[in-house]
């Protein structure tokens, strides 16, 4: 017994001390032998599946398959599909092993690709290639896309590049990304790089521009109400992302950038900047306004890209208001991501400072994680009533629109459908508004990356159908294309 409980230790030393993905699933991998976890996955009962319709569906679409008909497996794939997103969607699944869940998910997820892939790969009878096109784009709307979320978390934020280097690296970087205040920097330094730069921005980040905090001096700071300099800030924002709009950003990338940012306002509620609902915003202004925390920096005016006035020129954008910080009223901001962007799955990077000492980690289970929970959510919800109730006639001017922040902190939602976070470090508390070293840059990365790991088994396959979507779109699109091309040169 004692030989297994010091083999057990020295492989979860080996997961904290791992490199890389391949180190770490190595020895996820064995420990989850050793504590008898893999012998779990094979085990196909549970009450967290319905085993013997799975069993059905994944029959049904093979038996379709092999006898060719591309019309009746496309009815029994859409029926297994949608019959079973709830149930394969449940995190407990993956709160078990390290490496994953049950082997029959995994083969269900094998079989739904693969007759996917038939279909897309075979002709429907009576179907054109266009109208096969639309049939898999109008498939792709109901099902939804997946939606990587960075919070704000000054320094701590850093985290979020070894969050999206993992994804990067296991080819599971979503192509619609959220950030707010340092997060913001993070998502805007993704979203305005093609691959090739990207692959170069993540195997050599020693290029990362990291002198973003700049202390005023105490005169200057109490005349300007804020105690940091935004032309510091600013500079750093340009050094790592440029001056691009979203529209400019989403034609270089192909990457879809959205940047929260709440109103000095009370009355005006928080926008989400994208290339849909903005494109001439020009994102070096709003991520500086995503990271205005009051009284740490002013709020900004937007700015525009001016088409009209020749390649380079700005104007303000909404002129009368002014944005700050958009992890204040914002954090994450679920519901107008799920609207624009038809997104079904939310991967959430938490860094804020605030937060992360109340999140429970995946695989904490008993009753000390439930009473953990339980407390975390009264606190929350007992904060949340009380600033709501609290009275804002009796407050002078400047009081009440910090009140209303604060309520806004308390109130709001902090975590998505997959989470990641960043681990509670006491010590690294002190460090939260400074700037880093190169050695500190390679902690923050690999801290996400070790965040990351354990979640990738459930990122990726609760990402595969979606994945299979956008590569079955983009090639009947290329043969309907061609195809449209034959047709005008016979015209």
């Not at 297994?4 to 791992?18: S, V």
């Not at 979320?149 to 990067?168: K, N």
């Not at 990338?253 to 290339?275: A, C, D, F, H, Y």
């Not at 088409?307 to 009368?320: C, K, L």
């Amino acid at each position: 017994m004692r030989i297994k409980a010091r083999h057990q230790k020295e492989l979860r030393a080996q997961l904290e001390n791992a490199e890389t993905y391949s180190q770490w699933y190595t020895a996820a991998e064995q420990l989850d032998e050793a504590e008898g976890l893999l012998d779990w996955r094979t085990e196909a009962g549970t009450d967290l599946l319905h085993e013997s319709l799975l069993r059905e569906h994944i029959n049904n679409m093979h038996r379709q398959r092999m006898r060719g008909d591309t019309r009746a497996l496309a009815r029994v794939l859409q029926e297994s599909l949608y019959r079973h997103l709830g149930e394969l969607s449940n995190p407990e699944l993956y709160s078990v092993a390290r490496t994953g869940t049950k082997y029959l998910v995994t083969e269900f997820l094998d079989e739904v690709e693969q007759s996917m892939r038939f279909v897309c790969d075979h002709d429907l009878p009576g179907v054109s290639l266009e109208e096969k096109l639309n049939l898999f784009r109008n498939a792709e709307q109901v099902y939804g896309r997946p939606a990587l979320m960075l919070s704000g978390g000054a320094a701590f934020g850093i985290y979020h590049l070894g969050v999206t280097r993992a994804l990067w690296q296991a080819d599971l970087l979503p192509r619609v990304i959220a950030g707010s205040s340092m997060g913001a920097i993070v998502a805007g330094g993704i979203c305005s790089r093609n691959e090739a730069e990207l692959k170069e921005f993540f195997t050599n980040p020693a290029s990362i521009h990291l002198d973003a905090f700049e202390w005023l001096g105490l005169g200057e700071a109490l005349a300007r109400r804020h105690v940091m300099d935004p032309e510091q800030l600013h500079e750093h924002i340009r050094a790592n992302i440029g001056s691009l709009s979203f529209r400019e950003a989403f034609q270089h990338s192909g990457r879809m950038l959205n940047i929260s940012v709440s109103p000095t306002r009370t009355r005006q509620k928080p926008r989400l900047l994208n290339e849909l609902a903005s494109p001439e915003v020009l994102i070096d202004y709003a991520v500086l306004a995503s990271c205005a925390v009051p009284a740490i920096y002013p709020s900004v005016t937007l700015q525009a890209r001016d088409r009209e006035a020749g390649a380079g020129a700005q104007v303000p954008y909404m002129p009368t208001e002014r944005w700050l910080d958009g992890s204040v009223h914002g954090d994450l901001p679920l519901m107008r991501m799920a609207r624009l962007h038809n997104v079904n799955k939310t991967i959430v990077s938490q860094a804020n400072p605030h937060v992360v000492p109340f999140i429970s980690h995946p695989h904490q289970r008993g009753v000390r994680a439930s009473v953990k929970q339980a407390a975390v959510s009264f606190m929350r919800g007992h904060l949340a009533t009380t600033l709501k109730l609290t009275p804002r006639d009796g407050v002078g001017k400047y009081m009440r629109p910090y009140l209303e922040q604060a309520h806004a902190m308390a109130s709001q939602t902090y975590l998505g459908d997959i989470n990641i976070h960043f681990p509670v470090r006491p010590a690294l508390y002190p460090r939260v508004l400074s700037n880093p070293d190169r050695a500190d840059l390679a902690m923050f990365i690999r801290l996400g990356e070790q965040a990351t790991w354990p979640r990738l088994a459930m990122i990726r396959d609760q990402t595969r159908i979606n994945r299979v979507f956008n590569e079955s779109i983009a090639k009947l699109k290329k043969l309907a294309g061609g195809e449209r091309v034959r047709g005008k040169a016979r015209a």
